[in-house]
């Protein structure tokens, strides 16, 4: 029997078998091309496991003239999502509102989002960010990004700045110097698992395209000093905004710029962008009397009067085209020197009619009246200073005590500084230097100077505003023992903006000086705002702000006078025993305790003690002569810059110490 013919199976399994090498060819040819030459296909199975997420750069570092940090970046973890991977967004929604503790809305929101990679939530705490990891959700991540920190809060709020979310500084010198100070963006590689969750590398140094450094010309020390003689004032007189300004006449290097009210740039969101500002800076206002001294210079530089000239006060009243001029006392005949000292608006009237409006403002403008100081701080007021050619009789009189122009505290102090300075004016400035990236600290460009007047006259002038701190001066609440100390008190009537009038209820209080008057080391310009009371004039209550930041700051210079010396000639200073606690006081037991031991000392060293629970003024007995001490706040201790334990220098390293009240402590 013949068998099956299975020609035709065989054949058919045969083009089975090349139809299917055939196709599988295609595939691998299609592969190929998708895989070598066109790179769609390779772009969108990378897509699918991997992408790239760009993050902020950290920016460098703002510190003080002797390295302590104003402003630093931290890396803080904030949560990521990418939108398209997200399985169940209403789910992942309740599920990171509850770890968050935020409206689930809000992360729905930002969830639905249709772009590639969505910030969820920035700068979450290391808590939040480790329930969010084991939650392990699909299209969820952690990152590291940069997060900028002020160590020392309101400390310098307004000078030091803040930079927003997204890395940009918007206020003061984080403004001012951010092209120094921002880094370069960096891309960080991302890759899902095959539950589409984010895994981003943990690899890449979050430091390595940091921005550059700025040194200050800021001392936080003397800022400290500035600050609480500035609080005590604020609380006594109850202003409704002050300053204390401090710079170097020689050098224009501004050693302090405290201002009230301030904001804490680590929660700058709470504020708004108007009280961020910088008053001593942005704002410009009515000196009053302080312009006196500049008046004076300008007579003396021309030749218009000299020491010996004497002026007929009358009786306290002097009438000019428009107004009545008005003393605070019937003076008399009084000289040149006397003028000064008693603050005379009729004396000055005379000089300024005996003067002549171009010369005076010549020297207006020779002190920088009217124009910004070149100090590069962002939208510095120019103040107002009118051509002279604009001047009515009556305002060459407004102008010689200090109405009718509008000038800024740093205005006020580099004009101050060049009398202090033999009649040169030197820019002020905030930057001491900059630091590349891994480089070395390059020192900031000198200051631009200019020859302001004679160094005769500055001298005379100078002379004469010792005077006024004198006994028979205004300005005597200013006076420091063993100390000679130039200066000048203004009040200056406020404009009331509704009625276009000077108003007799408020004042701006002001204080100029410069000390030692023999070798002047420090200029300092003191405003308060609106001092409530009866006592609302310079004199009375800015030329007392003075004395105290000024004692603070001379001797910090090494400059004393007849006060007793910092440094005791002994190796070991036993502190006086604090006050006894009150029953069931354990916090101010042990502060107690603690207070009355001595500071070890090992040479030239000393071990940093435990400052918490202390008071200020217990850890001001304690560490006299030994320690450089910043403080902080009020109340008690509640944190120190080094740590207890650490070893420094004696006086070369400055230990900060952060004071709060307790409740019911006010």
Not at 5 to 30: I, K, N
Not at 564 to 578: E, I, M, S, W
Not at 642 to 666: A, D, K, M, Q, S
């Amino acid at each position: 029997m013949r068998g099956p013919d299975l020609r035709r199976p065989f054949l058919r399994l045969s083009l089975l078998r090349t139809a299917l090498c055939l196709g599988l060819l295609a595939v691998a040819a299609r592969a190929a091309h998708l895989s070598l030459i066109d790179e769609r296909g390779w772009k969108h199975a990378i897509d699918q496991i991997e992408s790239v997420i760009e993050l902020l750069p950290a920016r460098g570092d703002i510190v003080d003239r002797r390295g302590q940090q104003l402003a630093v970046t931290v890396m803080a973890p904030s949560v990521v999502a990418e939108p398209r991977t997200v399985s169940d967004r209403d789910a992942t929604a309740a599920a990171l509102a509850e770890a968050l503790g935020v409206d689930p809305a809000r992360v729905a929101a930002r969830l639905s989002q249709t772009r590639r990679f969505s910030y969820v939530a920035r700068w979450v705490t290391q808590e939040q960010a480790d329930r969010i990891r084991a939650l392990k959700l699909p299209g969820i991540g952690i990152t590291e990004e940069p997060r900028r920190v002020y160590p020392f809060a309101e400390l310098a709020s307004q000078i030091v700045g803040f930079s927003n979310i997204d890395g940009e500084g918007v206020r003061g010198i984080e403004e001012q110097e951010d092209a120094v100070l921002r880094g370069e963006a960096r891309k960080v590689p991302v890759e899902r698992d095959g539950r589409q969750r984010l895994l981003l590398s943990e690899t890449v140094d979050p430091y390595a395209t940091v921005g550059g450094s700025v040194t200050l010309t800021l001392d936080a020390a003397f800022q400290a000093d500035a600050e609480t003689a500035l609080d005590e004032a604020m609380a006594t007189t109850g202003s409704a905004s002050g300053l204390v300004l401090s710079l170097d006449p020689r050098t224009g290097e501004v050693f302090s710029l405290a201002e009230r009210p301030a904001f804490d740039p680590n929660r700058f969101r709470e504020a708004s962008y108007k009280e961020t500002r910088s008053r001593a800076l942005l704002d410009a206002y009515e000196p009053g009397s302080t312009f006196k001294i500049f008046l004076m210079a300008a007579a003396l530089e021309a030749g218009a009067v000299a020491p010996g000239d004497r002026f007929d006060c009358e009786r306290g009243k002097f009438w000019v085209p428009g107004k009545l001029i008005r003393d605070s006392h019937p003076y008399g005949v009084l000289d040149l020197h006397h003028v000064l000292w008693k603050s005379s608006n009729i004396g000055v009237t005379k000089i300024a009619y005996k003067l002549g409006p171009d010369t005076h403002y010549r020297m207006l403008d020779a002190l920088g009246f009217g124009r910004p100081t070149g100090s590069g701080f962002p939208q510095e007021s120019s103040g107002l200073l009118r051509d002279w050619k604009r001047w009515r009789r009556v305002d060459r009189a407004n102008i010689a005590f200090g109405q009718g122009v509008n000038v800024t505290a740093l205005q006020l102090a580099a004009a101050t500084a060049a009398i202090a300075n033999g009649g040169i004016w030197v820019q002020p400035h905030f930057v001491l230097g900059r630091r590349a990236p891994g480089g070395e600290l390059a020192p900031a460009a000198p200051p631009v100077t200019r020859v302001a007047m004679r160094p005769e006259t500055a001298a005379l002038v100078l002379s004469m505003m010792e005077g006024v701190t004198g006994p028979e001066g205004t300005g005597k609440r200013a006076a420091l023992a063993g100390i000679r100390v130039a200066g000048k008190t203004g009040t200056a009537q406020k404009l009331d903006p509704r009625t276009g009038t000077y108003s007799d209820k408020k004042y701006l209080a002001w204080f100029v000086g410069a000390a030692p008057v023999e070798d002047p080391r420090l200029v300092m310009v003191v405003m308060l705002d609106e001092p409530k009371g009866i006592a609302h004039t310079g004199g009375a209550v800015a030329a007392p702000v003075f004395a105290k930041a000024a004692s603070a700051q001379l001797a910090r210079l090494g400059i004393t006078g007849a006060t007793p010396p910092l440094a005791p000639p002994v190796q070991a200073v036993q502190a006086k025993p604090a006050p006894a606690a009150a029953a069931g006081d354990g916090a101010s037991a042990i502060a107690a305790a603690d207070a009355a031991q001595p500071l070890e000392r090992f040479g030239d060293s000393v071990l940093v003690p435990d400052f918490t629970h202390r008071t200020i003024d217990e850890v001001r007995r304690e560490t006299i002569g030994i320690l450089d001490v910043v403080v902080s706040g009020e109340g008690r201790a509640v944190a120190q810059e080094p740590p207890p334990g650490t070893i420094v220098n004696g006086r070369g390293r400055p230990v900060l110490v952060r004071f709060e009240r307790g409740p019911g402590e006010g």
